[in-house]
């Protein structure tokens, strides 16, 4: 295997006459913020740009970009933005990179593009798009792409194989290999085989779930679930999944109209996308079915289903809001199913679980993937990855879409199946990979930080910031002001001491006011008076003592003003 | 069902004579700090005394404590602690009780009085004890009190009978019901049935697993799953586990022993609790198996089992220094196998799976629950659950030990399984049941607040200190220090602004200054000086214009200070 293990930027040398280079921006290291760029002559191509979500390390953040940084002086060269499927960790960049220059063309399928376009019209960007489909071909400059149907969680997901005379890329988007999906669109193998039998010279394949042993349990099990789940429940039903998950919600309006029950969408998100979804004839809604919510709340509760966002555990969502009580339309009562129709993403069990208590609270009967099999997962795991690997034989394997622990199951994976170990390039975001000579391999290194997305603002939030959150949540703060004379040093208001997230108790933390008046007044003895000095013997008394009295961390916050 | 739903404390009547009072102080609502107080007679017995370990909601915060506050007036009257087996969230907050009066009696079996008692020695308290055993009958004041096996994840767990004259209460601890455990040692449904033919008036039972269908797979399932992994690993094998697993390490001294491997014990706990535990006899080391860490790093890797700490991603734990390449005498390489041989604490999936991506980065294979069967959960599911109550058959149900999502899951089965829907009383930490006349009733509230324990202090932390952390950590904060003459009111100095976790560009954020000002000197000219309504003033224009600016909400940290 080729790993990269250096922490340092290497920058690459200059790509070699007739090689292609491969940049993953995003999505290798992390499952999210999916974006890689392909060079070939001077030319780019880049399939994906999405978002990653933050975890509890990067508190107060709304969204993480990839850096592009290693592409924004380059950006006339960008010949196409391939995106794969409307999965926000494949779209969700696009208006951020567009907002640098809003003509690079989007190439998607029909469904992906949709997506895509509602979410540019928000920020009113009207893309350049070229639609595409399972079959057809696209040179886009210097690279001849052809696509491919692969089988995921979202309709029109895309794989994308990528010519250009370097060698033959395959990069197969996100896809798992249900051999019964319910659209019948299964994940072109045959298709991948005829690559094959032309000779892959690189593959980057999905990694999420390399560590999984075995196959996807197919989609169609779950209908028989819900239908159960519906034939019990007397009053109320409420499902909720991901806004984008056509499949799901087509077995939720299968298993109404068998129960006699008409349905309500309920959050922007899922009524915007089902709107798409049966615009484009990928979701058959039965006339009569759907019903608006005014509707539903005036109905039985027996005869409704509402369908929700906010399977994730989101405060603000619909089903986050009905769960805490402030849903202006829906109060959660006892007779109520609420059914979480979903995976749970790692980093949101802690508030997915607080979203069933409080359901459960106000007497709702949860159903969630603990209980029931009421979701399976969106990509392939081990048993299939073989089987993919095993049709296409590339000369390379490139692990994509994973966290690092998925990257290397992924990678031992194409060894076992008989990937030369040399030919097996494990690397991460930033990472500068070029097959030369039909053989890939790591050759340095560009900037790839995490950039931060929070309130308006891009980029001004960095990883020194971010610790001081998490020092401020963990221990609050203890400021010190104290007000010295610019001559002479001596004290002339203060010290006072307030705190914000450290103690309640006040009193016990005015006993450093003492201790601080005497170590300025040591200070003062001593002639020194520059504030900054002051400020540093503040920070150090406060500090010692803090650690001392209550062996905590709060952050110190010195201010001396000089008047 | 009998239902909590009062938010406000509506203090319980006087028990009426002859009634039994059950106060759950911990462990309703939160899988944690459990404790339950029985009252007869003026009498009370505590039934465990554990704590919660926090989540993201409570940062900062080092353990959570049952709020001693019903029962501070009265530790004369508790005639014992009886502890149930000893995981912290069982025996954890006995410290914390004993310190307000030491002399309390402990009750428990072996291992867990030997756990509890090296936990008080590091206090230097020295409890009195009294060892009880499986069959055993105590008189503690009015509760007449005979101990049962009970199967869990550690050993020597019990369950406890209570007898009073208001009736027969079980309480049955944490439990599973294995029908083959390591130690032969099976949960007594037998002595349950002869209760249950005696008739038990209320049965508390473990609700943890109440939502899982089904049983928990045998715990010896585990050790040839272990054993493949032995005999596939070429290098160095690392096992972590919880520190009382002691079945777990006993398997992995088995395959080690198998395979030809010596084993370290690496991590405080683990060295002080299998000490205790061979003592008592309940972990049998073969005769040179077990080898210092010296000894161990000196060894070829291909011989040698590190058996660790640290299997819930805990940053300072053996293993979590091992992964973020701290630990100082153990560096993770390739050819390394580590094995999570435990189950994942919900709230702990992202450091977890940051300790797996380390490890993986630094070249490990790394076997966790996901992967393989290397773990069964401690806790009765839903099919064993109804065995107990069917041969318990309570006249009352009161489901213990878990959140409101499992306790309703557990009251579920007990009605299901055929007690009367008003005699299953629902309800969580500080909620007052009466036992009279063979009826258990809700009939009151005490307090019962989270006791946060954080470095040395406990009890100053509150939960809208928590929100102020919360606030902070999420957006850091904006501090404008401005010095006015205390006479006239007018700006003596400053405004200055500062800020920690708000942004790194200070140059945009120091925009706000013109408009701080200009808000003092409509102040002055409006003729307020006072310092408050100053301060109030600044709050207002700082905290309106990052709103406009950024969409972030930081705390906003106004100090005006006269001289």
Redesign the interface.
């Given at each position: 295997m080729t790993e990269a293990h250096n922490e340092e930027a290497q920058l690459p040398p200059p790509l070699p006459e007739g090689g292609l280079r491969i940049i993953p921006l995003g999505g290798l290291g992390a499952i999210g913020r999916n974006m890689t760029v392909f060079e070939y002559d001077g030319k780019l191509l880049v399939v994906d740009c999405g978002v990653l979500f933050p975890?509890?390390?990067q508190?107060?953040v709304d969204l993480i970009l990839p850096d592009f940084g290693p592409i924004l002086d380059r950006l006339d060269d960008i010949q196409a933005i391939v995106l794969t499927h409307g999965h926000e960790d494949h779209i969700g960049a696009v208006p951020y990179l567009l907002a640098h220059k809003a003509d690079i063309p989007l190439v998607g399928s029909q469904f992906t593009l949709a997506l895509v376009e509602a979410k540019l019209a928000e920020r009113r960007i009207q893309p350049y798009t070229l639609t595409v489909r399972e079959g057809g071909r696209e040179r886009l400059g210097p690279f001849e792409c052809e696509f491919f149907a692969v089988n995921h969680s979202i309709p029109d997901a895309l794989a994308v194989a990528i010519r250009t005379p370097a060698g033959l890329v395959l990069h197969t988007g996100d896809f798992k290999m249900d051999q019964l999906p319910l659209d019948g669109r299964i994940t072109d193998l045959a298709g991948f085989a005829r690559l094959g039998a032309e000779g892959v010279d690189l593959l980057l394949s999905d990694s999420t779930n390399a560590?999984?042993?075995g196959f996807v349990t197919p989609e169609r099990e779950i209908g028989p679930v819900l239908d159960s789940i519906f034939a019990k429940a007397r009053g109320r039903i409420i499902v909720a999944s991901f806004a984008s998950h056509v499949h799901r919600v087509q077995q939720v309006f299968d298993s109404a109209l068998e129960h006699g029950r008409k349905v309500a969408l309920i959050g922007r998100s899922m009524v915007r996308n089902m709107g798409i979804a049966r615009d484009l004839g990928l979701l058959n809604i039965p006339a009569g079915l759907v019903v608006g919510l005014d509707e539903a709340t005036s109905m039985p509760p027996e005869q409704i289903v509402l369908m929700s966002t906010g399977s994730q555990g989101e405060p603000m969502s619909a089903l986050g809001r009905m769960a805490s009580g402030d849903h202006r339309h829906i109060t959660i009562a006892p007779g109520d199913t609420v059914v979480l129709a979903s995976s749970l993403v790692?980093?949101n069990?802690?508030s997915v679980?607080?979203v069933?208590?409080?359901l459960?609270?106000a007497g709702a009967?949860?159903v969630h993937k603990?209980?029931?099999k009421v979701h399976v997962s969106g990509h392939a795991p081990a048993g299939e990855l073989l089987y993919l690997l095993n049709v296409v034989r590339p000369s390379n394997l490139m692990p994509v879409h994973g966290?690092?622990?998925h990257l290397?199951a992924h990678a031992?994976l194409g060894i076992e199946s008989g990937v030369a170990p040399d030919r097996v390039v494990l690397c991460e975001d930033g990472d500068v990979v070029d097959l030369v000579e039909g053989r890939a391999s790591l050759v340095g290194r560009v900037k790839s930080r995490y950039v931060y997305v929070?309130?308006?603002?891009v980029g001004?939030?960095?990883e020194?910031?971010?610790t001081?959150?998490?020092?401020?949540?963990?221990?609050?703060?203890i400021?010190t002001?104290v007000?010295v004379d610019s001559v002479t040093g001596k004290v002339?208001?203060?010290p006072?001491v307030?705190a914000?997230?450290?103690?309640?108790?006040a009193a016990?933390f005015n006993a450093v006011i003492p201790l601080v008046t005497e170590a300025l007044n040591r200070a003062a003895a001593d002639g020194i008076t520059d504030p900054h000095q002051l400020q540093q013997i503040v920070r150090r008394t406060v500090g010692r003592w803090v650690n001392d009295?209550?062996?905590?961390r709060p952050?110190i916050?010195p201010?001396v003003?000089?008047?």
């Amino acid at each position: 295997m080729t790993e990269a293990h250096n922490e340092e930027a290497q920058l690459p040398p200059p790509l070699p006459e007739g090689g292609l280079r491969i940049i993953p921006l995003g999505g290798l290291g992390a499952i999210g913020r999916n974006m890689t760029v392909f060079e070939y002559d001077g030319k780019l191509l880049v399939v994906d740009c999405g978002v990653l979500f933050p975890d509890v390390e990067q508190p107060g953040v709304d969204l993480i970009l990839p850096d592009f940084g290693p592409i924004l002086d380059r950006l006339d060269d960008i010949q196409a933005i391939v995106l794969t499927h409307g999965h926000e960790d494949h779209i969700g960049a696009v208006p951020y990179l567009l907002a640098h220059k809003a003509d690079i063309p989007l190439v998607g399928s029909q469904f992906t593009l949709a997506l895509v376009e509602a979410k540019l019209a928000e920020r009113r960007i009207q893309p350049y798009t070229l639609t595409v489909r399972e079959g057809g071909r696209e040179r886009l400059g210097p690279f001849e792409c052809e696509f491919f149907a692969v089988n995921h969680s979202i309709p029109d997901a895309l794989a994308v194989a990528i010519r250009t005379p370097a060698g033959l890329v395959l990069h197969t988007g996100d896809f798992k290999m249900d051999q019964l999906p319910l659209d019948g669109r299964i994940t072109d193998l045959a298709g991948f085989a005829r690559l094959g039998a032309e000779g892959v010279d690189l593959l980057l394949s999905d990694s999420t779930n390399a560590e999984i042993p075995g196959f996807v349990t197919p989609e169609r099990e779950i209908g028989p679930v819900l239908d159960s789940i519906f034939a019990k429940a007397r009053g109320r039903i409420i499902v909720a999944s991901f806004a984008s998950h056509v499949h799901r919600v087509q077995q939720v309006f299968d298993s109404a109209l068998e129960h006699g029950r008409k349905v309500a969408l309920i959050g922007r998100s899922m009524v915007r996308n089902m709107g798409i979804a049966r615009d484009l004839g990928l979701l058959n809604i039965p006339a009569g079915l759907v019903v608006g919510l005014d509707e539903a709340t005036s109905m039985p509760p027996e005869q409704i289903v509402l369908m929700s966002t906010g399977s994730q555990g989101e405060p603000m969502s619909a089903l986050g809001r009905m769960a805490s009580g402030d849903h202006r339309h829906i109060t959660i009562a006892p007779g109520d199913t609420v059914v979480l129709a979903s995976s749970l993403v790692p980093g949101n069990e802690t508030s997915v679980y607080r979203v069933i208590n409080r359901l459960a609270r106000a007497g709702a009967v949860v159903v969630h993937k603990d209980v029931a099999k009421v979701h399976v997962s969106g990509h392939a795991p081990a048993g299939e990855l073989l089987y993919l690997l095993n049709v296409v034989r590339p000369s390379n394997l490139m692990p994509v879409h994973g966290e690092w622990r998925h990257l290397r199951a992924h990678a031992r994976l194409g060894i076992e199946s008989g990937v030369a170990p040399d030919r097996v390039v494990l690397c991460e975001d930033g990472d500068v990979v070029d097959l030369v000579e039909g053989r890939a391999s790591l050759v340095g290194r560009v900037k790839s930080r995490y950039v931060y997305v929070d309130g308006l603002a891009v980029g001004d939030v960095s990883e020194s910031l971010l610790t001081e959150r998490r020092i401020l949540g963990d221990g609050g703060f203890i400021a010190t002001t104290v007000v010295v004379d610019s001559v002479t040093g001596k004290v002339v208001a203060g010290p006072t001491v307030s705190a914000k997230g450290f103690s309640e108790d006040a009193a016990a933390f005015n006993a450093v006011i003492p201790l601080v008046t005497e170590a300025l007044n040591r200070a003062a003895a001593d002639g020194i008076t520059d504030p900054h000095q002051l400020q540093q013997i503040v920070r150090r008394t406060v500090g010692r003592w803090v650690n001392d009295a209550y062996r905590r961390r709060p952050m110190i916050v010195p201010t001396v003003v000089e008047v």
